[in-house]
């Protein structure tokens, strides 16, 4: 049975690393040995440190992964849907590699990309690396509470984990959309508390959803659920908040067991109706009334693959 990295699943951290990797050219044998190895560094680590609570993925690009691992690839596992929308600014990075350290130590954080970079240094260039902390009880900066309609128990894992009746080699592994988007909190925190609630369609304090008339049908809850309460959630997200200088927003860590789950999202909250409407001059409805106080300048797809998979890709004997 594919056994799934721990990362994916684990309960919300305080702190967390996100590392954005280029592979140097004619590195893929020896990454595909030293990807395998990362799961153990972060499970010995958390090991020492069990109280800091240390998990981790490890995750390829899509426009990497034939090069990594040219014997399969996840179905539908595409580019981030890189959209020409007037309304909200888009920038594509072209990372290879994506490493995500979380746990409730930044200290720990650091000692764990510490050894991943020396693991990998000979063999990657470090784009950006990026990081979040835990705001309050699980909001954002916007004050709300951050995905209040997450899901938890085991929706978790049917939710994020592909399932091996429909895709075997790939069970237990993810598909896994980053972004990051930063806040124009400075027009957002003149808005009035009722006002946020409606652009939002959640009570500021508790995070329930808002009753008619008050629920605005493009509102940031609602374009969430595909505009309707009853709809379940398509992902798991594992969002942080960030801050430095004059900069600050939310860092956007979804994963999903289904290649279109994000298209189906991003594309509603665009005002597409539909994911394939995606390429049509105009959307069909107004976009998620958030989009006006924030803006994403960093999107990339990625899929997480299982340990096993991981372990058995590194073998001598594994179809290339």
Not at 69 to 95: M, T, V
Not at 111 to 128: F, N, S
Not at 197 to 219: F, H
Not at 286 to 296: G, K, P, R, T
């Amino acid at each position: 049975m594919a056994r799934e990295q721990l990362g994916i699943c684990a309960e919300a951290n305080l702190h967390a690393s996100y590392l954005l990797l280029n592979a140097l050219e004619g590195q893929e044998a020896i990454l595909r040995q030293k990807l395998a190895r990362i799961p153990l560094l972060l499970a010995r680590l958390a090991d020492h440190f069990s109280e800091a609570q240390l998990s981790g993925v490890v995750a390829v690009g899509a426009d990497y992964w034939d090069s990594l691992y040219p014997g399969a690839r996840p179905q539908g596992f595409k580019a981030f849907p890189f959209i020409a929308n007037d309304s909200l600014a888009l920038a594509e990075i072209w990372a290879d590699l994506l490493i995500v350290v979380r746990s409730d130590r930044q200290d720990v954080n650091y000692i764990a990309c510490q050894q991943i970079g020396q693991l990998l240094k000979p063999h990657v260039d470090l784009l950006e690396q990026l990081q979040g902390f835990r705001y309050l009880d699980g909001r954002d900066l916007t004050g709300f509470i951050d995905a209040p309609q997450n899901p938890k128990g085991s929706l978790k894992r049917k939710l994020s984990l592909v399932d091996p009746l429909n895709q075997p080699v790939f069970a237990a592994g993810s598909y896994l959309y980053l972004q990051r988007w930063h806040y124009d909190l400075l027009h957002w925190q003149q808005l009035e508390i009722s006002q946020q609630e409606e652009i939002m369609g959640i009570n500021k304090i508790e995070g329930t959803l808002l009753q008619p008339p008050r629920l605005l049908p493009n509102s940031h809850a609602l374009c969430s659920r595909l505009g309707e309460e009853s709809n379940p959630p398509l992902l798991l997200m594992q969002n942080m908040p960030f801050a430095e200088h004059n900069s600050h927003g939310l860092i956007s860590v979804g994963y999903a067991s289904e290649p279109d789950s994000f298209s189906r999202l991003f594309g509603y909250q665009l005002g597409y109706q539909h994911a394939s409407q995606f390429h049509e001059q105009q959307p069909a409805r107004q976009y998620d009334l958030f989009f006006d106080y924030c803006h994403a300048d960093l999107c990339a797809a990625f899929f997480a693959p299982s340990l096993s998979f991981l372990e058995m890709a590194c073998r001598p004997d594994a179809p290339q």
